[in-house]
């Protein structure tokens, strides 16, 4: 009986996922235990719709911060559980991966604290580095996401010295991802290697602010070098 009431709730948030506003889904969800809703989330982010997937991160975020609130060592397990997607031997690739990992950091400040430290290690050669541009794209989101939060945790790993290289990438949109966390860590030094990058048209999806629009990679190298421009002397 309890996995058939598991199944049904999965297909019940999946539906909520792909459908609601993203204050709904959160107000629906917050009527479960946070334990509940991992494995019917954990569906949701590695979702082909976009919509899905950007609900299922945000909802991540609140929900594991709920559950660390409760229970720190439950929290850690997600934790772990989202590490192992990104491991080899895992089996899978971890679509959605990264930008819930980060999104669960943003906010939780002791998760923060523990596990920033990995998130960037996914950027290093010497670390858990991703190769799939897919997967950068969706590191270089969560640098941005937590650079907005908790850049002080990131300068302290050196987040700025290992979002270099990206912009290097031969992916327009992680180069263009990259520049935008380089301009939210206010990294000064970064401007000239911006101001060199192509700016192109390539359009693609950001989700920012809790809601999905289209950019091009050129307007994100120019935001950055705005935001670069503003940092005090």
């Known amino acids: ?53 950007w609900n299922a991160v945000a909802a991540m975020g609140a929900t594991v911060a709920r559950l660390a609130d409760q229970d720190m060592e439950a929290a850690r397990i997600v934790m772990r559980r989202f590490m192992w997607s ?17 999104e669960c950091l943003a906010c939780h400040g002791e998760l923060a604290r523990e596990y920033s430290k990995i998130l960037v290690s996914f950027m290093r050669k010497d670390g858990f580095y991703l190769e799939l541009p897919s997967l950068q794209r969706g590191l270089m989101w969560g640098m941005a996401r937590l650079a907005q ?23 327009p949109i992680v180069r263009a991802l990259a ?28 989700y920012a602010d809790h809601r999905l629009t289209t950019v091009t990679t050129g307007q994100l190298i120019r935001e950055a070098l705005t935001a670069l421009a503003d940092v005090p002397e």
């Open 86 to 102: 990104l491991n080899d031997e895992s089996g899978g690739i971890g679509w959605g991966t990264p930008e819930a990992m980060a």
């Open 179 to 206: 520049a935008r966390a380089l301009g939210q860590l206010r990294v000064v030094e970064a401007a000239g290697k911006i101001k060199q990058l192509p700016g192109d048209t390539t359009e693609f999806s950001l």
């Open 1 to 53: 009986m309890g996995a058939v009431s598991q199944r049904g709730i999965k297909k019940k948030i999946l539906a909520l996922l792909s459908q609601a506003e993203l204050d709904a889904v959160l107000t629906a969800l917050s009527g479960y235990p946070p334990e509940k809703l991992l494995n019917p989330l954990f569906a949701g982010i590695c979702s082909g719709s976009e919509k899905t997937k």
């Open 149 to 171: 939060l908790r850049p002080e945790m990131l300068r302290a790993w050196q987040a700025d010295r290992y979002l270099l290289p990206y912009l290097d990438s031969e992916d």
